[in-house]
């Protein structure tokens, strides 16, 4: 099949000097250049404050390609269409500089006035930008414009409505290109492809076949530098309303008539729409909260959250959250979608578990044995792959039954690293493809379910911390599954195997 030529286009990077763009966007950028994805024509505006000249940015770019990847051919040239513009985006006046050089650079590179604005910095400017991007007259051009804009959008539901307000002054929302990483993941990816390609599995994704769903997010890191952010965020706002909601509609969404960019989507909001809403007195009884106190991660001591650097030492926010969650629709009446994420976890792991039911009377069942039930479980991180738990017969004359697993792990198979999630979203917004981008209605849902949670535990302070680092999470959260008969497949054991 023959390759999609990549539009020409001019990236203007906001908070060029940032943590976010040194780790993931220029190592992401020059992957595409590496592998010919990008367009010959393009070029790179980096913009933060700190008063680097053109120099200082490529050496920070080459630096920052050559921390993720040791050797990179090629570099000198691929940095060579970066540029850098010193701006407070506070600042009205320096916008026009920016409008300068952009306008240049169209020329130069022969761009066609395409343009992607990526705002790879604190939400608070969000809105800021956008303005100034419209006034002073960034966005008038010939070409296609695109807003990229990092999450979290928004605090609340409120706060998510009047930042759309504003940015959609400057923006239609197909312009818009809200980032969930987690969309950009290969194995995320791979979920419709799993559910909606497979005749195996189609028939049986509803409540007469699967017992329950199971979503594990967990983390080893803690909170690292970003505490201010934190503080404010705690796990419900910082994964659930994104990451986790976003694996959750796309697990339980209907098959789209096709799978244009639109439909997709619309499936997506109306899975969203018959998530049934927790809130007031049900919010203990479905959801656990937690954060982590002192342990040992790997066999090193670690603080608890409570003592890191700019943390209130009352801190009640949340480092770990565990819900159970219900769709009020014909397909999933009745089966629980269990979610759990925390920091300071036992491993660093994101596995879906889908459990089948068990079936009505087995010949093979007896006291001695109990056989366990089929699995499928989509490995999204570290490994990439899918298992699938059968029951098979063991060798020899009895008719005993052993656990047997067919694997499937995508990196050992296609031999390479599966591109970075930012990678493919930077490939994706330069080709105007908005699929793996979350829409406004997606957004405003999610936020409406998660509100209702952080409403009442706001209320309500809670004993913390309540689990050690390096487990997985609070006791309570081993009840909330307990209570309907079921518990926590170990994400450990439930490793694919990766040559
Ligand atoms: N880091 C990560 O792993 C992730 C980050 N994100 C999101 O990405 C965004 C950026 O995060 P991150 O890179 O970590 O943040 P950083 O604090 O590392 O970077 C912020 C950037 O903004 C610039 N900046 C700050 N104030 C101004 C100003 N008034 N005018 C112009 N530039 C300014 C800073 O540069 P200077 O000081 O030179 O002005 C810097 O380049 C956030 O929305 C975050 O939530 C999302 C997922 C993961
Ligand atoms: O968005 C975020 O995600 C990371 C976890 O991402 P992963 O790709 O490493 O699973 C999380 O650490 C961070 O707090 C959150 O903002």
Known sequence: ?????????????????????????????????RKGKLSENFAIIGTARRDWSHEVFRDHVKDSVLTARKTAEKIDEFISHFYYQAHDVTDS???????K?????????QLEGNRIFYLAMAPEYFGTISDHLKDDGLTNTNGFKRLVIEKPFGHDLESAKALNKQIRKSFSESEIYRIDHYLGKAMVQNIEVIRFANAIFEPLWNNRYISNIQITSSEMLGVEERARYYENSGALRDMVQNHMLQMVALLAMEPPINLTTNEIRSEKVRALRSLRAIEGEDVQKYFVRGQYGAGNIQGEKVVGYRDEVNVDPQSNTETYVAGKLMFDNFRWAGVP??????????????KIVVQFKDIPMNLYYNKDQQLNPNLLVIHIQPEEGITLHLNAK???QNMETTPVQLSFASSSMEGINTPEAYEKLIYDCLHGDATNFTHWDEVALSWNFVDKISNVWEEKKMEFPNYEAGTMGPKAADEL???DGFFWWPVENLEVDVC
């Open 394 to 396: 063991k060798a020899g």
């Open 93 to 99: 006046e320096s916008y026009i500089q920016l409008k």
């Open 101 to 109: 050089l952009a306008d240049d650079l169209d020329q130069q590179y």
């Open 337 to 350: 979608f269990y979610i759990r994420t925390g920091k300071r976890m036992a491993t660093k792991s994101t």
């Open 1 to 33: 099949m023959q390759a999609i030529e990549t539009p020409k286009s001019l990236i203007m990077l906001f908070g060029a000097t940032g943590d976010l763009a040194k780790r993931k966007l220029f190592p992401s950028l020059y992957n595409l250049y």
């Open 481 to 483: 599954l307990e209570k």
